[in-house]
């Protein structure tokens, strides 16, 4: 939920330069210049810009960050912290990389491997956890951090293939797997849509639905599904997804359980004691493919700015379709229209159908291919 837009209060409008220059004039003596050159104009004009800057800018933002829902940044954060809650900072994306090479070869710590750069994209750079050498296969596995946090350092298997300061020992260099868990800092929405929870609920530790929810966001997921007494009475399990919506990797799957188990500190224990058994686990997806032919678009965008703006959209759709376990059609198909600049277009399919998707009870959607043409 996005903040709401802030509407000026009546209080504070005609306050232009010119609205408070006329007000300074009619209390002139009528036997004073007042027109625009005299002395009294030119000596209050001044004053008029000032006080005007200060009533419409600095008195407005004064008023803005005073409440959550128009405070942003920094301000925001205070807000947060009246209600101790934290603002989720950027976390780094972490894998393990494959290298080939020479046996005995040794790799420090801190040794940089990299996504090569592609056209205007930078590199994307990766730092070894710790030291490592090529065994006598030629083969060595090392456990990989991305030097800076966000989604950038999210990649696909066999995305990395160089290193910073290329060594003539090393012959081969990939990660087997997808390097992920890297997320951008909180979003001031998202953030304040914490916030408002917390003033608009009364908080509890019973162990409901929601406080599953609420811990388990707290912690740093995206969002999760709570299976009550899936293995029996005293048995939840928590279904993770991160905040860019896709499985939580392990650290963040750890991370949700610590939180709320305190496994190493009982006086910081979330879990009720009528819940014995906490599992915290990593959804699964659904991956769904998307097909508009026949796209009409006026000069103001372009596909690719459609189909950024269409993928941004999806993200608030599939909160409602994860709650009603089905993905419809009927919802997908006017996101197109609804794109500033979109004029028309011939059919649309959405994994080469027009019939809903089904969600499990563990499963969560991912958009795949978007084809616009």
Same mark, same amino acid.
């Given at each position: ?28 003596? +009528? ?54 809650? $934290? ?94 868990? @890297? ?23 019973? @162990? ?9 966001? =707290?912690?740093?997921? @995206? ?13 939840? $399990? ?41 599992? !915290? ?10 097909? !508009?032919?026949?796209? =009409? ?6 596909? @690719? ?16 379709? $994860? ?39 563990? +499963? ?10």
């Amino acid at each position: 939920m996005a903040q709401p837009e802030f509407s000026m209060p009546d209080f504070l409008e005609d306050n232009a330069p010119e609205d408070i220059l006329e007000r300074m004039m009619e209390n002139l003596p +009528e036997d004073i210049d007042d027109m625009p050159g005299g002395f009294p104009y030119d000596f209050t004009m001044p004053s008029a810009i000032e006080k005007s800057e200060l009533i419409q800018f600095h008195l407005v933002r004064a008023l803005m960050i005073a409440f959550p829902q128009y405070a942003w940044d920094e301000w925001l954060d205070l807000h947060g912290q009246q209600v101790h809650i $934290k603002r989720h900072e950027a976390s780094f994306a972490r894998g393990v990389l494959k290298l080939e090479g020479d046996a005995g070869t040794e790799i420090e710590a801190g040794t940089v491997f990299c996504v090569p750069s592609v056209d205007d994209l930078p590199a994307v750079e990766y730092e070894t956890d710790e030291a490592c050498v090529i065994g006598t296969d030629g083969v060595a596995e090392v456990a990989v951090t991305a030097v800076e946090a966000g989604t950038n350092g999210n990649v696909k298997a066999g995305s990395v293939s160089i290193m910073d300061e290329p060594l003539d020992e090393i012959t081969g260099i990939t990660n087997p797997k997808d390097i992920t868990g @890297g997320r951008e800092a909180e979003s001031d929405d998202d953030y304040y849509d914490r916030i408002a929870a917390e003033y608009e609920s009364s908080r509890t530790y019973l @162990g409901n639905d929601n406080d599953y929810k609420r811990w388990a966001k =707290e912690a740093g997921a @995206g969002d999760c599904i709570v299976d009550a007494a899936w293995d029996g009475p005293g048995t939840v $399990k928590l279904i993770l997804v991160d905040a860019s919506g896709q499985p939580a990797d392990q650290a963040l799957v750890q991370s949700v359980y610590n939180y709320i188990v305190s496994p190493d500190d009982r006086a910081a224990r979330l879990l009720p004691t009528a819940c014995a058994d906490l599992t !915290c686990v990593a959804a699964s997806t659904v991956k769904i493919h998307y097909t !508009c032919t026949g796209l =009409e678009y006026d000069s103001t965008t372009d596909t @690719g700015q459609i189909e950024n703006e269409f993928r941004e959209a999806l993200k608030v759709l599939y909160t409602e379709a $994860k709650r009603k376990g089905v993905l419809r059609y009927n919802d997908v198909r006017p996101i197109i229209s609804a794109i500033e600049g979109v004029l028309d277009f011939d059919s649309f399919l959405v994994n080469g159908s027009m019939e809903n998707i089904l969600l499990q009870s563990e +499963e969560y959607p991912e958009t795949g291919e978007c084809e616009f043409r």
